[in-house]
């Protein structure tokens, strides 16, 4: 299986009423996808940390956001969001937050609800390096 994002964001830009769908490329079946342009909550789910690379959005942890495109990446290889997983392929998604933020984030730290976050709010102020008591700025 090899089905070019481009094609499959362009299908899943139909007007679904699920916030999951399954959809057929090239006589290809892929599942467990998020139709674009809309809402979800998203979870950060790598290194919780201002040291993090990705501090910017650790700190939108828990907070909604609208899904925009595809990131670019290489073609969907695997039919479901556990095969994609399993193989450490999973789906990369641009998403824009209320603030204007736009990034890239993995398919499964997209969900329906609050009620299926697992881990911690992140802090509303930086944390604080140990050894010379002022916030981590990097």
């Not at 964001?9 to 342009?37: C, H, I, N, W, Y």
């Not at 969001?81 to 990034?103: K, N, P, S, T």
């Not at 984030?105 to 997209?110: G, R, S």
């Not at 930086?126 to 008591?133: A, E, Q, S």
């Amino acid at each position: 299986m090899n089905v070019p994002l481009q094609k499959l964001e362009e299908v899943l830009r139909a007007d679904f009423d699920k916030s999951m769908v399954e959809v057929e490329v090239d006589g290809v079946t892929v599942k467990d996808l998020r139709p674009m342009d809309k809402r979800y909550w998203f979870e950060y789910h790598c290194n919780e940390s201002d040291d993090s690379s990705d501090a910017i959005v650790w700190r939108h942890s828990h907070q909604q956001c609208t899904l925009i495109s595809f990131a670019k990446a290489d073609p969907c290889f695997f039919g479901t969001i556990i095969e994609r997983g399993e193989a450490g392929h999973c789906l990369i998604y641009r998403v824009r937050f209320d603030d204007g933020l736009e990034y890239d984030v993995f398919e499964d730290e997209l969900v329906d609800s609050p009620d299926e976050f697992y881990r911690p709010d992140p802090p509303t102020e930086p944390t604080f390096c140990c050894h010379n008591g002022k916030p981590n700025t990097r």
